[in-house]
């Protein structure tokens, strides 16, 4: 506003011409003799608004209306409200379905989402590890449940060695919790030692959607024994296709018909894991041989108890507190429920980041200037 004025006074003056003026306030003559009429007649220097004077294709008041009623009635959203209108009414002109989206909005009538950042829900990205000798990779996962005879779900938990496909174990579970789970993981570990790498799907109890990588307590229990946690991707069963099939000859040889107890159905399935093993020739082993004659237990026995953790001396080291944080100089920082009660380890990097790990598996890293964690789950190797 200074410089329209400071022009105009420049024009006033009359002691240059108009051309000479515009050069030197660095505007074209068209604008300079437009600002000079506006204030000869009085209609201000500031800016107009651009808007235009009339919109033929706004929204009427009764239309509106009839959209807020009609949403009222029925709680649809915008595009099955825009749908809805054009079935019943289709000779009338309707707006689009983001023009009610619009309205809806403006009248509260919408929930907002919180939009997750990519990096929150990202799980912990990896190739699948290839099962090039035995317990290289194990799978793992929860055969569909089924009621047992008197009524109760029984509920398998199998697991597999992928490269000589041997059973090392199939429990006959009450529930999936991770207690139950737990448990019979600590018995195939004091039997055959520890895998390299877990494989499983994105079920409970091996996985918790809301959590930092997907990783449960169980996964994170995992991680402090040595053993690599790895999911399948969500929707995507083949992935442990080997599994899967496995549980299509588990349901027709012990499934069908049920046991009248879980005590009677482990019964069942401790002698179909033997024949399984021992005699069952497998179609994927070469000659066709059985499971037992290609698998021979881990190397690395279950310990007596959980491996301390060792971070390197250039790194601090935090307490998890009861809620799930640590605190970074006067910073509180979030990780995950599940490791309370856990040391954590935090580097500065070279680039003023700070990477926060758990034993082998760096969590993210904590942006001190944006005060920000950023969830990046990986392997450190």
Same mark, same amino acid.
């Given at each position: ?79 099955? @409200? ?49 099962? @090039? ?39 006959? @579970? ?188 760096? @969590? ?18």
């Amino acid at each position: 506003m200074s410089e329209r004025l400071a022009f105009i006074k420049a024009c006033l003056n009359r002691s240059e011409s108009i051309v000479e003026i515009c050069d030197r306030f660095g505007i074209s003559e068209k604008t300079g003799h437009k600002w000079l009429h506006r204030f000869q007649f009085d209609e201000g220097l500031s800016d107009r608004s651009h808007a235009p004077h009339h919109r033929p294709h706004r929204m009427s008041a009764d239309v509106a209306a009839k959209i807020l009623r009609l949403r009222r009635r029925y709680r649809h959203g915008a595009g099955k @409200l825009h749908d809805w209108l054009v079935q019943h009414y289709p000779n009338e002109h309707w707006p689009a379905a983001s023009t009610i989206g619009e309205l809806l909005a403006r009248e509260g009538l919408l929930r907002k989402h919180r939009r997750r950042r990519p990096e929150e829900r990202a799980a912990l990205h990896q190739a699948r590890t290839v099962a @090039l000798e035995p317990n290289r990779v194990w799978t793992a996962d929860f055969k569909g449940e089924f009621r047992l005879q008197p009524g109760p779900y029984c509920y398998p938990l199998t697991i597999l060695d992928l490269h000589s496909h041997y059973l090392l174990g199939c429990t006959a @579970l009450g529930t999936t919790a991770v207690a139950t789970a737990r448990q019979a993981f600590v018995h195939v570990f004091r039997r055959y030692g520890l895998p390299h790498v877990l494989r499983t799907d994105n079920g409970v109890p091996f996985a918790q959607p809301n959590a930092i990588g997907r990783l449960g307590s169980l996964a994170f229990w995992w991680v402090r024994l040595g053993i690599r946690p790895e999911h399948i991707r969500p929707g995507r069963p083949a992935d442990n296709g080997a599994h899967e099939r496995f549980h299509k000859t588990l349901k027709a040889a012990v499934t069908q018909p049920a046991s009248s107890s879980l005590g009677a159905q482990q019964r069942r399935f401790d002698h179909f894991r033997h024949e399984y093993n021992v005699d069952r020739p497998h179609q994927s082993l070469p000659q066709r041989r059985p499971p037992a004659s290609v698998y021979t237990p881990a190397a690395r026995p279950y310990p007596a108890r959980l491996p301390a953790l060792c971070y390197p001396e250039t790194s601090e080291v935090r307490l998890v507190d009861s809620s799930g944080s640590i605190k970074w100089r006067t910073h509180h920082v979030f990780l995950s429920h599940n490791i309370r009660g856990e040391y954590v380890s935090l580097t500065e990097t070279e680039t003023d980041l700070v990477t926060i790990a758990y034993a082998s598996l760096a @969590l993210g890293d904590f942006d001190p200037h944006l005060k920000r964690f950023i969830p990046r789950v990986r392997w450190i190797d």
